[in-house]
Nanobody, 124 residues
Framework: QVQLVESGGGLVQAGGSLRLSCAASGRTFSRYSMAWFRQAPGKEREFVAGISNWSGGRTYYIDSVKGRFTISRDNAKNTVYLQMNSLKPEDTAVYYC????????????????WGQGTQVTVSS
């Protein structure tokens, strides 16, 4: 069982930056692939970025955030991060972190554990 708690959301102007954190419970954090999803009002939850388990040597991003967002992990701290730069109003959403015990997946139903979400609002 893994419990995930996100933090770091908030209100920022377009062009600004935020860093989201997701703290995980348990001693087996490193074995999980981790991902960030987001859900805007009236839209489906979408995959944003993922990082492989163990050393996190593989990362994957959706096209709309490539070059602006960076996912990373610190296994010693049981934490995964999402650094978001050059934020745009269309990045406004609730951001969720998720874990699965296999490999990076892009569909929400392929993840076993979820956090409660943190709101990110980007004003124009």
């Amino acid at each position: 069982q893994v419990q995930l708690v996100e933090s770091g959301g908030g209100l920022v102007q377009a062009g600004g930056s935020l860093r989201l954190s997701c703290a995980a419970s348990g001693r087996t954090f490193s074995r999980y692939s981790m991902a960030w999803f987001r859900q805007a009002p009236g839209k489906e939850r979408e995959f944003v970025a993922g990082i492989s388990n163990w050393s996190g040597g593989r990362t994957y991003y959706i096209d709309s955030v490539k070059g602006r967002f960076t996912i990373s992990r610190d296994n010693a701290k049981n934490t995964v991060y999402l650094q978001m730069n050059s934020l745009k109003p269309e990045d406004t959403a609730v951001y969720y972190c998720a874990a699965n015990s296999v490999v990076i997946r892009t569909r929400p139903e392929e993840y076993d554990y979820w956090g409660q979400g943190t709101q990110v609002t980007v004003s124009s």
